[in-house]
T-cell receptor, first 113, second 116 residues
Framework: AQSVSQHNHHVILSEAASLELGCNYS??????LFWYVQYPGQHLQLLLK??????LVKGIKGFEAEFIKSKFSFNLRKPSVQWSDTAEYFC???????????FGKGTTLSVSS | NAGVMQNPRHLVRRRGQEARLRCSPM?????VYWYRQLPEEGLKFMVY????????ESGMPKERFSAEFPKEGPSILRIQQVVRGDSAAYFC??????????????FGPGTRLTVT
């Protein structure tokens, strides 16, 4: 069965620090990959997505992610985090049938000012 | 343009009662997905519906859970005879077209079910 693994459960950073959140998926075929963010008290929002083409994907709010097929990875990065980036981040992959998203367990990011 | 609406936002039920969770997709969206998030877990897919049809229910528990998306009105996730283990956040998402490839799923705020 397909699965998504997020390496970090809780990350704590100071403002202006660089961020990298790890995400690995199990399926070796064609995949569609997503990062979602959930700010405190808000619903899930799409940060960025990868379907095909350039493996470096730019998203909203200065986030980017790199798809590395050989490593089955789709890590999320931001060069300089802000206090407002405090949130929970979920990596997801579409299932083979394209009817559902398979989510990782999420990473809680806490940014101190 | 209103987003995905879910109600109620919080629902408390005693063991053995029924829980009904409602989801109104974004305007123009005819594809609805339900996910469940247990404590300390990521979201788990439950069911995917189009108007009047269940397309994929591979994530639905075999008993007590059912879902519908009628021609008119919201999608309903129904849990009969709730147990404490059903306590979770239930999220609904909708998309304009089928699948997840190029068709973003927009999520609602979720319904937090507590079973006492």
């Amino acid at each position: 069965a397909q699965s998504v693994s997020q390496h970090n459960h809780h990350v704590i950073l100071s403002e202006a620090a660089s961020l990298e959140l790890g995400c690995n998926y199990s399926y070796g075929g064609t995949v569609n990959l997503f990062w979602y963010v959930q700010y405190p008290g808000q619903h899930l929002q799409l940060l960025l997505k990868y379907f095909s083409g350039d493996p470096l994907v730019k998203g909203i709010k200065g986030f980017e992610a790199e798809f590395i097929k050989s490593k089955f990875s789709f890590n999320l990065r931001k060069p300089s985090v802000q206090w407002s980036d405090t949130a929970e981040y979920f990596c997801a992959v579409s299932n083979q049938a394209g009817t559902a998203l398979i989510f990782g367990k999420g990473t809680t990011l806490s940014v101190s000012s | 343009n209103a987003g995905v609406m879910q109600n109620p936002r919080h629902l408390v039920r005693r063991r053995g009662q029924e829980a009904r969770l409602r989801c109104s997709p974004m305007k123009g969206h005819s594809h609805v997905y339900w996910y469940r998030q247990l404590p300390e877990e990521g979201l788990k897919f439950m069911v995917y519906l189009q108007k009047e049809n269940i397309i994929d229910e591979s994530g639905m528990p075999k008993e007590r859970f059912s879902a519908e998306f009628p021609k008119e009105g919201p999608s309903i996730l129904r849990i009969q005879q709730v147990v404490r283990g059903d306590s979770a956040a239930y999220f609904c998402a909708s998309s304009l077209r089928q699948g997840t490839g190029d068709h973003e799923q927009y999520f609602g705020p979720g319904t937090r079910l507590t079973v006492t």
